[in-house]
């Protein structure tokens, strides 16, 4: 194999191009990506970048790294086809690209709801440095923002703007905060949270129109039962959809993103896709797809491993997950998807966390503020409950135990 080709330079892609060096591949490393600039990391943009702006300190790798690793970055380069039968990536810029295998990385985007007024001045999504660097603009002047949606990343803006002294409204439309990622103790816990910190929550509560003032500025968002909430700044964030359009178009199968096998490779053996963008084989032989650095970096590891080894085993690392909002770190580690038992915890001490099994197996593990207790969750993913039971569901403990 001499040439690989990477569509994306966000974090997945990156990872890809490094790990392939590391597993020893020596031939061409191309990578295509529409983002300007060096490869860099989204999480901090609704969390330290808001605070301090520091878009250096996103940078996942210097110039000097690519330049080292041989691994050629075009950037600012869109790909808009992909011809299977040539084995070449088509760039925006009539470039064609040959490889001898293709991965496409090309995460996910902002889902946009069908509301009318979404193009007023004052109204922001965040999914990259301009859009964060805008939002970082506006808020020097707003004094009451308006978040749409009450997942990971409306959520850590919230807090965010909270301790910049800013109020917060947060309309979510589901009757509770993270529901497609947490247990409903957690959200209930978080709900909490969010209101002690100032913010305003709305649930159940569906955003219907963006309403402007004379200027034609946002001036608040007024609700399917017809209640306005007033504004003068609005975050909409309403979760991703996967870019699978150049896959969909050059015929991969696509199923709620590009279907991948085990070994991450799509139905064409000589494209793997991961991160945001790909639809994997999960521990209960359902499809997922997970947003998360974890599930980027990894997939990346294991696909160069694929393509520089004979043999390995299929992909099955164990999903972990964290979210900053405000002084809370709340990590998961596991799929809380078809969880039929919760134990919950609630140490004296400190925040609690939450204990979800799946036919007497372990999970998934939310905890906050507990580094330690997610750490050792990660190692026991698929303990019997029997044995948990057995050291109290002290999982330090029971690891300090079994080790
Ligand atoms: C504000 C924010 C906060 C987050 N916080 C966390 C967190 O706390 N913890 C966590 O685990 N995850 C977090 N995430 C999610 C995490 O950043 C993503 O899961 C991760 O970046 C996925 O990596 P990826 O390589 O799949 O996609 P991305 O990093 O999104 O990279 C995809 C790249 O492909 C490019 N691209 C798309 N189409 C084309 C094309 N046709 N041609 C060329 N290039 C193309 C895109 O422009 C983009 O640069 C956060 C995300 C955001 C936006």
Excluded at 47 to 70: I, Q, T
Aim: overall charge neutral.
């Amino acid at each position: 194999m001499d040439r690989i080709i990477i569509i994306g330079t966000g974090q997945g892609g990156l990872q890809m191009a490094a790990s392939l060096r590391q597993e020893g591949f020596s031939g061409e490393i191309l990578m295509l990506g529409e983002e300007p600039g060096l490869p860099y990391q989204r999480p901090p943009l609704s969390k330290a970048y808001m605070a301090n702006g520091d878009a250096g300190a996103l940078v996942l790798k210097p110039a000097s790294f690519y330049e080292r690793a041989a691994i050629t970055l075009r950037d600012g380069v869109r790909v808009t086809a992909i011809d299977r039968a040539t084995r070449e990536a088509i760039c925006a810029d009539d470039t064609r690209h040959v490889y001898d295998h293709l991965v496409i990385a090309t995460g996910a985007r902002n889902m946009r709801p069908p509301i009318p007024g979404l193009q007023a001045p004052g109204v922001h999504e965040l999914r990259t440095l301009t859009d964060a660097a805008a939002i970082r603009a506006a808020l020097a002047a707003t004094r009451h923002a308006i978040v749409v949606g009450g997942g990971f990343i409306g959520l850590e803006f919230a807090a965010m703007a909270r301790a910049a002294g800013i109020a917060v409204t947060v309309i979510e439309a589901a009757p509770r905060l993270m529901s497609r990622a947490l247990s409903p103790p957690m959200s209930a816990h978080f709900l909490k949270l969010h209101r002690d910190m100032g913010t305003e929550v709305l649930l159940d509560a569906k955003a219907a129109r963006v309403l402007v003032d004379g200027d034609g500025h946002v001036s608040g968002v007024e609700l399917a039962d017809g209640r306005q909430v007033a504004g003068d700044m609005a975050l909409i964030a309403t979760g991703v959809r996967p870019n699978i359009e150049l896959a969909e178009a050059a015929g991969l199968v696509c199923q709620n993103g590009i279907l991948v096998d085990g070994t991450l490779a799509t139905s064409d053996p000589a494209i793997s896709a991961l991160g945001d963008v790909a639809a994997f084989p999960g521990p209960l032989g359902q499809s997922i797809r997970l947003e998360s650095v974890q599930a980027a970096v990894d997939h990346a590891r294991h696909i160069a491993k694929r393509l520089l080894k004979a043999e390995i085993a299929p992909y099955a690392a164990v999903p972990w997950f964290w979210s900053d909002q405000g002084k809370y770190k709340l990590q998961i580690a596991g799929l809380l998807t078809e969880a039929d038992e919760i134990i919950p915890l609630a140490p004296p001490d400190g925040e609690p966390a939450t204990l979800l099994f799946r036919h007497g197996r372990l999970a998934a593990v939310e905890t906050i503020n507990a580094p330690g207790i997610h750490m050792a969750a990660r190692r026991l993913i698929g303990c019997d409950i029997q044995t948990l039971r057995a050291h109290d569901f002290d999982l330090k403990a029971a690891i300090k135990a079994h080790a």
